[in-house]
């Protein structure tokens, strides 16, 4: 089975640093995708950024970035220029190739932003 | 484009009682997926529907169950609640859910069992 790890429960950063969120996965599969969401207080689950495990790029999306490293099976997301707004519990996701929508969550780490 | 909506948004039940829940998708999906998010058990899936035919199921009891309509509409009902059944229920839907198409969440149901 599919198991997906976020060692730190709670993070906190000031305004404008740089901050990285550390996940790691396990599976057997080869070709699987990989997430981070963002749940802020209102409890909506927004999609952050998303990996494709057949590409060896990181995949960036504006201050998002993440560091995948398949053979170590970690997918950690960097937050650069941190903003009050980027307050929120993240979670990193993993689902298989063709096991259609059943993501498999960790445990989420709360990220502080303080100004 | 309309997001996923829920309703109800919360709901307080009492033990013993059974409960449905409901997922409209975003239009032109025809996947939905349930989760249960929880403090201690953290987010689970339920279920996944798709075309009205349940395509993938998590380990939960038989008291959690679904169904999807012809319109795409889902619905969930978890029967004999218990207290342990307090949790956000949120629920998903993306375009055909076959090989990967992302999922939208929508703002969940809060249930309280008392």
């Known amino acids: 089975a599919q198991t997906v790890t976020q060692s730190q429960p709670e993070m906190s950063v000031q305004e404008a640093e740089t901050v990285t969120l550390s996940c790691t996965y396990d599976t057997s599969e080869n070709n699987y995708y990989l997430f981070w969401y963002k749940q802020p207080p209102s409890r909506q689950m927004i999609l952050v950024i998303r990996q494709e495990a057949y590409k060896q790029q990181n995949a960036t999306e504006n201050r998002f970035s993440v560091n995948f490293q398949k053979a170590a099976k970690s997918f950690s997301l960097k937050i650069s220029d941190s903003q009050l707004g980027d307050t929120a519990m993240y979670f990193c996701?993993?689902?298989?190739?063709?096991?259609?929508?059943?993501?498999?969550f960790g445990e989420g780490t709360q990220l502080t932003v303080n100004p | 484009k309309a997001g996923v909506t829920q309703t109800p948004r919360y709901l307080i039940k009492t033990r013993g009682q059974q409960v449905t829940l409901s997922c409209s998708p975003i239009?032109?999906?025809?996947?939905v997926s349930w989760y249960q998010q929880t403090p201690g058990q953290g987010l689970q899936f339920l279920f996944e529907?798709?075309?009205?035919?349940?395509?993938n199921k998590g380990n939960f009891p038989g008291r959690f169950s679904g169904r999807q309509f012809s319109n795409s509409r889902s619905e969930m009902n978890v029967s004999t609640l218990e207290l342990g059944d307090s949790a956000l229920y949120l629920c998903a839907s993306s375009f055909t859910g076959g090989r990967y198409n992302e999922q939208f969440f929508g703002p969940g149901t809060r249930l309280t069992v008392l």
């Open positions: 239009s032109g999906h025809r996947s």
């Open positions: 529907y798709f075309s009205e035919t349940q395509r």
């Open positions: 996701a993993y689902v298989k190739e063709t096991s259609g929508s059943r993501l498999t």
